[in-house]
C-alpha cells in the first residue's frame, strides 16, 4: 500500500501541473482568447490571479469560505477530481487511492493557508509565490511541491529568497539538500529571472477581461 501511495502522490502532482496549465490557465490562441475546457475553472482562477496581485498575495476569498463563488468552485473541483480518481484507481491499488484523497485535501490546506498567510507561503511554497508574484505567471504549475516544474523545465524563480532549499520542497539536512539539487538540477536546472515582479499585473487584468 505504501509504494501505492508514493506513486499517487507522484500522479497527484503530476495532475495539479497539467490542471493548472492546461485548464486553469488556459491554452493561447493567436488572435482569440485562451481555451480551456473547463472555461469556469479558468475564469475562477484568473480572477484569483487578479485578487492576489492586487492584494500582495493575499484572497479575500478564502476568509470568505464557500460563500464566495471562487472558493467552492475549487472544494468542488477536488472533490471531482479526487472521487474519479479513487474509483480509477481503486482496481488498481488502494495506496493510489488513498493518495488521491489525501492529495486534494492537502492542496486545498495549502493553497488556502497560502493566500491567508502570505509569509508563510514564501517560506514553505515559495514556487507557488513565483507563480503570482513573478513577472511571468505562466510557470511555477505546481502547487504543493515543484517536482513537475522541475522535470517539465517550468521552475522559473525571481530571486534568491524564493529558491527553495532543494528540488523536492522538503526540509532536509543542508548537506543532503545541497547534494540533492546539485544531482537534480545537473539535468532539470531551475531558471532564473532577472526582472523585478509588480504588485499588479496588466496581463492579468488583460486575461480576465478575455475570459470573462
Request: proline residues 6%; glycine residues 6%; charged residues 20%.
Amino acid at each position: 500500500m505504501l509504494k501505492g501511495f508514493v506513486v499517487g502522490l507522484v500522479v497527484a502532482n503530476g495532475f495539479e501541473w497539467v490542471a493548472h496549465k492546461f485548464i486553469l490557465h488556459g491554452t493561447h490562441r493567436k488572435g482569440q482568447p485562451r481555451y480551456s475546457p473547463v472555461p469556469d475553472s479558468m475564469k475562477s482562477h484568473w480572477e484569483h490571479h487578479r485578487e492576489v496581485r492586487k492584494q500582495g498575495f493575499h484572497d479575500d476569498g478564502y476568509v470568505e469560505g464557500i460563500s464566495n463563488w471562487r472558493t467552492k468552485n475549487e472544494i468542488v473541483s477536488l472533490a471531482v477530481v479526487a472521487s474519479a480518481a479513487s474509483l480509477i484507481f481503486y482496481p488498481i491499488s488502494k495506496g493510489m487511492v488513498a493518495a488521491s484523497l489525501y492529495s486534494a485535501c492537502n492542496y486545498y490546506y495549502i493553497h488556502r493557508r497560502a493566500h491567508l498567510e502570505p509569509d508563510w507561503a514564501k517560506k514553505k511554497i515559495p514556487w507557488h509565490y513565483d507563480h503570482h508574484m513573478n513577472s511571468n505567471q505562466d510557470a511555477n504549475w505546481c502547487v504543493t511541491k515543484p517536482w513537475f516544474d522541475y522535470l517539465m523545465g517550468t521552475r522559473v524563480v525571481s530571486s534568491a529568497d524564493l529558491k527553495e532549499q532543494n528540488p523536492l520542497g522538503v526540509a532536509l539536512p543542508e548537506p543532503v539538500a545541497q547534494w540533492l539539487s546539485a544531482k537534480v538540477e545537473q539535468f532539470f536546472p531551475a531558471k532564473w529571472v532577472e526582472k523585478a515582479p509588480k504588485l499588479i499585473s496588466d496581463d492579468a487584468e488583460n486575461t480576465i477581461d478575455s475570459v470573462a
